[in-house]
């Protein structure tokens, strides 16, 4: 599958977010714990990030799930 990104995610998310890395957003979109659709269109992943200690990711894709446009760590997530 092939992804891409906002403008947004590219030029203010990973430059707030210096620490996120691509491969993890992926990661989460091809093996979340929960997917769950927007009212407007978008669609969250959760998933787990092993190299950050569990961690919690929330990957949030444009309603095609492949174009990318936000990602943080959910210290509100809970299984």
């Known amino acids: 599958m092939k992804y891409s ?10 430059r707030k977010r210096d620490y996120l890395k691509k491969r993890w957003c ?10 769950e659709e927007q009212d407007n269109g978008r ?3 959760w998933g ?3 190299e ?3 961690k919690f990711l929330r990957v949030v894709t444009l309603s ?7 990602a943080f760590f959910d210290r509100g997530y809970k299984l």
Request: aromatic share 12%; no cysteine; glycine share 6%.
């Open 26 to 35: 992926i990661d989460v979109i091809n093996n979340p714990l929960k997917v």
């Open 43 to 45: 669609v969250r992943f």
């Open 48 to 50: 787990v990030v092993k």
């Open 52 to 54: 950050v200690e569990g």
């Open 5 to 14: 990104y906002t403008g947004y995610f590219e030029n203010e998310v990973l």
């Open 64 to 70: 095609d799930k492949t174009t990318i446009h936000n």
